[in-house]
Nanobody
Framework: QVQLVESGGGLVQPGGSLRLSCAAS????????IHWFRQAPGKERELVSC????????YYADSVKGRFTISTDNAKNTVYLQMNSLKPEDTAVYYC????????????WGQGTQVTVSS
């Protein structure tokens, strides 16, 4: 059964950093794109970043460019989202999701991990 498990969320002060992990099982990242979405209370879900090994591409929302970095460890079948210079507006539940392409509508979702940026 395809499974995605996020970890690494928590409470951090503005300007701080967190690294989120998305561990995939029952499929290989060689053939799937991994998306990171976030959703804050009362707001629509937002695509934050995506990485696709098969397409050789990455995507970042304008709101996180220069602050967030997405990467893949194929040996661990895990995707990371390194988040630096965090702002209160980055507070949300972060979800990883999988699809064949970054342009696709993901079929598989993780359970989410809470990120709170507050002093």
């Amino acid at each position: 059964q395809v499974q995605l498990v996020e970890s690494g969320g928590g409470l951090v002060q503005p300007g701080g950093s967190l690294r989120l992990s998305c561990a995939a099982s029952e499929f290989t990242l060689d053939y799937y794109a991994i998306h990171w979405f976030r959703q804050a209370p009362g707001k629509e879900r937002e695509l934050v970043s995506c990485i696709s090994s098969s397409e050789g591409s990455t995507y970042y929302a304008d709101s996180v460019k220069g602050r967030f970095t997405i990467s893949t460890d194929n040996a661990k079948n895990t995707v990371y989202l390194q988040m630096n210079s965090l702002k209160p507006e980055d507070t949300a539940v972060y979800y990883c999701a999988a699809d064949l392409y970054c342009s696709g509508d993901p079929d598989y979702w993780g359970q989410g991990t809470q990120v709170t940026v507050s002093s």
